[in-house]
């Protein structure tokens, strides 16, 4: 049987057809990388991906999440791809300078004006910011706090938190012979950048930096008091022994559960001990700055990252859109119990406020005195050693000494 076509329902097919086609044509797809670890969750940023997409309906976004481990050598491994690789990636702040060397992100200088960064906490600017260029917008805003649990300082009569970390130290002996909990502190010690991360707010408080005359140093006193805090620390059993294999979901996990008295984690760390639906300490949890050598001191690690666009991206402007979207100060508020804007004057928004008040005062002093982890290009195999060496510390393996001036070999080899 042959079937005949009405003209007009042909023609009216064909125009939705084209159309569709068109429409379809019309459309941009970004593809955007992100981290599964610590700040916003990978369902949080679906759904602002989602609100993002229903504003702009002519872009559709491609979302991959990798572990933290993973980002850096996914967003390296795809400079070769121009644009079929990604358009949109997360980096962290120890980056900038290799991503410069290399070319790998776009600079965008000129799409941000001086009176917006002038909005921006500087510490966040600093982020994306290296030698003039401007790799991005920074995102995640963050630090490493002192997490305590209140319940058991109160059980061990102690009546303030720590305000050095020597304080820390004498309370968690004082909570391990009273039988509180079998190991009061709690760190995110793995072979990984979060072991760097510890160690950085370490030296930090001790009052140490990584450059001296313009050299790298990593054997100052103040490092060789980080390293040996924490082996002391594990050698008294004072630290959780499985320290050394975790990162900080393990270490959130741990706190959380109440098996531990301490713990240095990143902000996002706050909320969740808070929630009665996945933490057995809910309600018992404090937080202070982390400490120093002395009161009145904080240490702080720069844990911050930001959003760029690659090099090889063919949708610089649709990218662009979803990073400021991202980004912008609402979506921020909107999200702050996970990480804390990088816009100064959502720090006077009651929502932005509520319920975190001690995370807020914490924020107030750690964000500013943040170090930055050594700013090289060669910064992957930099910290590749440093895990190494510090591992070979916590293992008993190597003395501290040893180990930081294995490091420091290293670093007079970089280019």
Not at 313 to 328: F, G, K, P
């Amino acid at each position: 049987m042959k079937i005949r076509f009405n003209p007009v329902i042909k023609g009216c097919f064909a125009a939705v057809l084209l159309a569709s086609v068109g429409s379809a044509a019309a459309a941009t797809t970004l593809n955007a990388l992100f981290m599964t670890q610590a700040a916003y969750s990978e369902n949080d940023i679906r759904a602002m991906t989602q609100a993002f997409q229903k504003t702009h309906p002519d872009v559709q976004v491609n979302l991959e999440f990798v572990p933290y481990e993973a980002l850096h050598d996914k967003i390296v491994a795809a400079r070769g791809a121009g644009g079929n690789g990604y358009d949109v990636v997360l980096f962290d702040a120890i980056w900038p300078a290799e991503f410069t060397k290399f070319d790998l992100l776009q600079d965008v200088s000129s799409r941000i004006s001086a009176d917006e960064k002038g909005q921006i906490f500087p510490g966040a600017m600093n982020t994306v910011e290296f030698k003039g260029k401007t790799l991005g917008m920074p995102w995640i805003l963050d630090t490493k706090y002192l997490y305590y649990n209140k319940a058991m300082l109160e059980k061990a009569g102690i009546t303030t938190p720590p305000q050095t970390w020597q304080q820390v130290m004498d309370d968690a002996r004082i909570i391990k012979q009273k039988n509180i909990v079998k190991y009061p502190l709690v760190w995110s010690w793995s072979q990984a950048e979060a072991l760097v991360c510890d160690y950085t707010t370490l030296v930090s408080g001790f009052g140490g930096k990584f450059y001296n005359n313009d050299k790298l140093d990593f054997s100052s006193p103040a490092s060789l008091q980080a390293v040996k805090l924490m082996k002391s620390s594990l050698d008294e059993g004072l630290s959780n022994p499985a320290s050394r294999e975790y990162l900080e979901e393990d270490v959130r996990k741990a706190f959380s559960n109440g098996d531990a008295a301490f713990a240095l984690n990143w902000t996002y760390m706050y909320n969740m001990a808070n929630d009665p639906k996945q933490s057995k300490v809910a309600g018992q949890v404090g937080i202070v700055p982390a400490p120093g050598d002395a009161p009145g001191k904080f240490g702080a690690v720069n844990g911050s990252m930001g959003l760029g666009i690659t090099k090889g991206s063919t949708h610089a402007d649709q990218a662009w859109q979803y990073i400021r979207y991202m980004t912008s100060q609402p979506v921020q508020n909107q999200y702050a119990t996970l990480s804390l804007p990088i816009w100064k004057s959502s720090y006077q928004d009651p929502a932005v406020l509520k319920n975190q008040e001690s995370l807020i005062a914490a924020a107030d002093k750690s964000l500013n005195v943040m170090l930055s982890r050594p700013e090289t290009a060669d910064y992957s195999r930099l910290s590749n050693t440093l895990q190494q060496q510090l591992q070979q510390v916590l293992v008993g393996s190597a003395t501290p000494d040893a180990a930081l001036q294995a490091v420091d070999k290293s670093a007079a080899r970089l280019r």
